[in-house]
């Protein structure tokens, strides 16, 4: 089942609503028939006399449009009253019933018109497999670097993941990732990235595999619990797999031998202050230069789709293609498209 984020109260509070405004319609006009009842008579009843049950019995067949004729104004004042209050408050009640019925109707047309839409839009999307910690911070980080909410969809078993997806603006595929059809749901077919964030390691192998049969050009990236299962998932397809307890544990000793490499090691995790690693392109005049003598701090060069040290002798001179992996201050922004760069002519735009 595929669930796009709510944009409207829920249905039933509006039924609710509706429902108390025709109960309100009742009640008003079996007063003003009520406390009128002298102007009315009761062809059926030998006193022409209108009992409180008669006024409820008139208003009732009166707003329905129903009117069998046994009880009927009979003085100017009651027509009058019949004519500019009870008439409209007829026609509001029918708009009320029929407007029901018209609201779950078109809600259900729209709902279907959105997903028809949305599933027209959804080409080189990002699709991600589990809502949970670490998906929704592999979202957040997406976000911050550009992605449109609209471009990604997840994909959970969970109600609660549902939830907290469309709640963040997501659309949602309920189901297990695992099986195929969940995935063409979400348009794995079409997708640019996929990243498996589930929370079991034989999951994340099948998902793993199942992704990658469907969408041979899709990236992938998967997260694995324990080191002993990356191979194990790169052989499934994964492009690129993250240890999570390992880096955690990693970073966890590294905080406790020494808390400002701990410190410095987390700020570059954080999103958004202090610190922040970034991929670039090329600018035109760093083309021909050694990656230390740029004003970022170059970690890493990537050259014809490698990643190399940035004392890497293949890199020594930096060259039109390359890549740049650089550390720089958060405050350096846009991310995207070209993180670290101002509208600088790119190496690879110059004629």
């Known amino acids: 089942m595929l669930t796009l984020p709510a944009r409207q109260r829920s249905p039933w509070w509006e039924l609710g609503r509706r429902l108390l405004a025709a109960i309100g319609i009742l009640v008003f006009t079996v007063a003003i028939v009520w406390f009128d009842r002298d102007g009315y008579v009761d062809n059926s009843d030998p006193t022409n006399q209108v009992s409180l049950v008669d006024a409820m019995y008139y208003t009732t067949v009166t707003l329905s449009t129903t009117g069998y004729g046994d009880i009927a104004p009979a003085t100017d004042t009651a027509r009058l ?3 500019f ?3 409209p408050l007829r026609i509001a009640f029918l708009v009320l019933l029929i407007g029901t019925t018209l609201e779950v109707l078109a809600a259900q047309g729209r709902e279907m018109f959105r997903v028809a839409r949305w599933r027209r839009k959804m080409n080189q999307h990002v699709v991600v497999i589990g809502y949970g910690t670490k998906g929704r911070s592999a979202v957040q980080t997406l976000v911050s670097n550009g992605t449109s909410r609209d471009s990604v969809v997840v994909v959970d078993p969970s109600t609660v993941g549902q939830e907290e997806a469309n709640a963040d603006g997501l659309a949602v595929v309920t189901g297990d990732a695992t099986r195929r059809d969940v995935l063409r749901r979400a348009g794995v077919e079409h997708a640019q990235q996929v990243i498996i964030t589930t929370a079991r390691d034989d999951t994340t192998v099948l998902a793993t595999l199942t992704v990658r049969q469907l969408n041979p050009d899709a990236y992938i990236v998967a997260a694995v619990r324990e080191q002993d299962n990356v191979q194990l998932v ?12 390992d880096a955690v544990g990693r970073l966890l000793g590294l905080a406790s031998y020494s808390p400002n490499l701990g410190a410095v090691m987390e700020d570059l995790l954080t999103y958004g202050e202090g610190l922040e690693v970034a991929q670039r392109e090329l600018l035109v005049g760093e083309v021909g230069r050694a990656p230390q003598s740029l004003p970022d701090q170059v970690i890493a060069v990537v050259r014809d789709e490698k990643v190399y040290r940035y004392f890497d002798p293949t890199v020594t ?8 992996i650089v550390v720089r201050p958060s405050k350096e922004l ?6 670290g760069t101002h509208n600088e002519t790119l190496a690879d735009e110059e004629e």
């Open 334 to 339: 846009p991310w995207a498209p070209r993180p």
């Open 85 to 87: 209050v009870v008439t």
């Open 234 to 245: 790169r052989q499934s397809g994964a492009d690129s797999v993250i240890t999570s307890s």
């Open 81 to 83: 009253v019949n004519a």
């Open 317 to 324: 001179l930096l060259a039109r293609g390359d890549e740049l």
